[in-house]
């Protein structure tokens, strides 16, 4: 079974800077989707970004950016120029391509916060 | 457009009482999950709807609980004989077909059981 894993419960940035949450994910398949979701306190989940495992290049939406590195398993979130906007909690997710097993795989998420 | 919406927004309820959750999902998506959202198990996958395919039920946690999706669209959650341990946000997605689409959340309904 997949899993996906996020070891750290809780980062802080200073508004303005840049900052990177940490994902690692457990499969044997070779195809597969991950995502970034991002949670408010409103409890909306919202995607931020997602990555396909077959393309190489690492997606990118305005200031959030990834680092997809297929081998080690490895699919963080930099968040550069930080907002106050984005503090929220951060959900790592993996998704199979195979079979029907359409549901998504989280991890167990990260709270950001930014200081002004 | 709009969104995928959820109602109530809260419920509260008592141990022994059955509950019925609500979907609206985007129009036109033929794909809808159910995930749990908990302090102590973070997000769970529930069960997913594709189409007219027979739903994936594989991740209801016990036969208190089922799902239906009426005329391909608006799906009910309902939890009989409600537990304590059933306290959680019931979040529901949908997507515009099965794998290969982003699923869209609603703001989730909050279910507290006394």
């Known amino acids: 079974a997949q899993t996906v894993t996020q070891s750290q419960p809780e980062m802080s940035v200073q508004e303005a800077e840049t900052v990177t949450l940490s994902c690692t994910y457990d499969t044997s398949e070779s195809d597969y989707y991950l995502f970034w979701y991002k949670q408010p306190p409103s409890r909306q989940m919202i995607l931020v970004i997602r990555?396909?495992?077959?393309?190489?290049q690492n997606a990118t939406e305005n200031r959030f950016s990834v680092n997809f590195q297929k081998a080690a398993k490895s699919f963080s979130l930099k968040i550069s120029d930080s907002q106050l906007g984005d503090a929220a909690m951060y959900f790592c997710?993996?998704?199979?391509?195979?079979?029907?097993?359409?549901?998504?795989?989280f991890g167990k998420g990260t709270k950001l916060s930014v200081k002004p | 457009g709009a969104g995928v919406s959820q109602s109530p927004s809260n419920k509260v309820t008592e141990k022994g009482k059955d509950v019925e959750l609500r979907c609206d999902p985007i129009?036109?998506?033929?794909?809808l999950y159910w995930y749990r959202q908990s302090l102590g198990q973070g997000l769970e996958f529930l069960i997913y709807f594709q189409g007219n395919s027979a739903p994936d039920k594989s991740g209801l946690p016990s036969d208190r609980f089922s799902a239906e999706r009426t005329g391909g669209s608006v799906s009910t959650l309902t939890i009989q004989r409600t537990q304590q341990e059933d306290s959680a946000v019931y979040l529901c997605?949908?997507?515009?077909?099965?794998?290969?689409?982003?699923?869209?959340f609603g703001p989730g309904t909050r279910l507290l059981v006394l």
């Open positions: 997605a949908s997507s515009a077909s099965g794998r290969e689409e982003t699923q869209y």
């Open positions: 997710a993996y998704r199979s391509m195979l079979g029907s097993q359409g549901n998504l795989i």
């Open positions: 990555q396909e495992a077959y393309k190489q």
């Open positions: 129009s036109g998506h033929t794909a």
